[in-house]
């Protein structure tokens, strides 16, 4: 059960697990039965938690905890995350333009939110930071160089985390009440939309907010 | 254990603490949202069913009364073990043993509580790493922040989630004679009233003290019978439940 307590610890930050740091830290000498353990670990928290354990990369074995439960209106208290506003506000540019977007656009519609990358915000503090660093690491984004750019600029695009969590689907019907179209009329994305393995919840980071945690049941505003 | 049941969790987690009218109202939005009945005085039955699978985790929703009124709160803790480095992820070593120091500070006093300048002076004298002034003050804003204590015109005492989460912990580190318990409940009392014969221990929670001297008319030390010398507080027709699990 260490590994349970192992997971909800990383997740607390919204930070992936690499099966390398489990079999150091968790396992130690019972490395030859992680299959094992993980299954029973899954079993555990579907049974308990009700969270379920996703491998967001195959190739470097790293896992995330995402909610089965949805997020339900009326909760008695909620605890929101201003960070959830801003990085859905990125990822729907991201998903609007394609699945990926220069920097330019992303910095560009945050300045018209009066989001500047380059100050710091009361609310956000460093956001360039919070946007290219712990969004990247908690596989909400991915920040990658664009090669023979000069000077040098990246491409955003959805992260492992954001693919698993965040249903495109309920983006595309929260942008259709924005823009009073109905979802459909983005017909590349609808069908992007439909094709996403289902998420957990339509909610980054529902499984258990940490400190820099997205934590609203509400997509974020987007002032268009 | 059904998905109302998970969501309760998934909330406590989020929270820590909550008092009895929010374990209710969570109770009862949780079975909503899944559709299960919800029986309204049968908290403690669905917080069992919780707490059965969560005994294998080492966690335990546990109850207790806050000692300022008597309210009946729920919190989540880890039973894991009873050593003080339950905190640990968040708090170094020599900012463990300040804690440790601050506690031992707060057993001995009569108050339940420490002053400010009382733990600075202990960060002076720990004997892993010292701390600085600074960062000894910086880490009780943070013990404040995080739910653990509570801090008043420079006197710091244990907040009730960590009276619940520490209460195993401090009965198993203390000697049975440093340990002061409520006459009434007999749970661990920290802020109380004591009885002012020098040779008579007994002592009670302000809350406790009210329920228990209200329909007296002459008030008496239940252990030595001499007068009792504190004010009650004013009355509160609750029926919270004292005991603390």
């Known amino acids: 059960m260490e590994l349970v307590q192992y997971f909800l610890i990383k997740d607390e930050n919204k930070l992936p697990v690499r099966r390398a740091d489990i079999v150091k830290n968790v396992l130690k000498e019972y490395k030859n039965v992680f299959q094992e353990i993980m299954k029973r670990t899954s079993h555990t928290f579907e049974k308990v938690y009700g969270f379920k354990v996703v491998e967001i990369d195959a190739k470097n074995h790293i896992y995330i905890l995402i909610n089965q439960l949805k997020p339900a209106e009326g909760a008695p208290e909620r605890i929101s995350n201003p960070n959830t506003g801003l990085l859905l506000v990125i990822l729907s540019v991201v998903f609007m333009k394609g699945g990926v977007v220069r920097e330019a656009s992303v910095w560009n519609t945050l300045k018209m939110m009066q989001v500047d990358p380059r100050e710091n915000h009361r609310v956000f503090g460093d956001v360039k930071k919070l946007v290219t660093d712990d969004f990247v690491r908690q596989r909400y984004l991915e920040y990658t160089k664009i090669p023979h750019t000069e000077p040098l600029e990246h491409e955003f695009r959805w992260g492992q985390r954001a693919e698993v969590e965040v249903s495109k689907l309920d983006m595309l019907e929260f942008l259709g009440q924005l823009h009073g179209k109905d979802p459909q009329h983005w017909s590349q994305q609808y069908k992007e939309a439909t094709n996403q393995a289902s998420p957990g919840s339509s909610q980054p980071g529902s499984s258990q907010p940490g400190s820099s945690q997205p934590g609203s049941s509400q997509p974020g505003s987007s002032q268009r | ?245």
């Open chain 2, 1 to 245: 254990m059904e998905d109302c049941h998970r969501r309760f969790l998934q909330n406590m987690m989020l929270r820590g603490i909550v008092n009895q009218q929010e374990a209710k109202a969570l109770q009862q939005h949780c079975c909503e949202v899944h559709k299960q009945k919800y029986e309204a005085d049968k908290l403690e039955e669905f917080i069992e069913v919780i707490n059965s699978q969560l005994v294998s985790m080492y966690m335990k929703i546990r109850s207790g009364a806050s000692e300022d009124d008597a309210t009946q709160y729920y919190a989540l803790v880890n039973t894991a073990n009873t050593e003080i480095t339950r905190m640990s992820p968040d708090y170094t070593a020599s900012e463990l043993e300040l804690f440790k120091r601050t506690l031992d500070l707060i057993m001995h006093s009569d108050s339940g509580t420490a002053s400010s300048t009382d733990i600075l002076n202990s960060a002076n004298s720990l004997q892993t790493r010292k701390l600085a002034k600074s960062a000894a003050e910086g880490m009780l804003h943070r013990l404040v922040k995080d739910g653990w204590m509570v801090e008043k015109r420079g006197e710091y005492s244990l907040s009730t989630r960590c009276i619940i989460d520490m209460e195993p912990y401090i009965r198993t580190t203390y000697e049975e004679e440093q340990l002061k318990l409520c006459s009434v409940c007999h749970g661990l009392a920290f802020k109380c009233q004591t009885c002012s014969n020098p040779l008579c221990t007994v002592k009670v929670h302000h809350p406790c003290a009210e329920r228990f001297f209200r329909r007296m008319p002459v008030r008496k030390c239940p252990g030595c019978s001499e007068p009792w010398p504190h004010d009650i507080p004013e009355g509160r027709p609750s029926g919270s439940k004292q005991r603390q699990r």
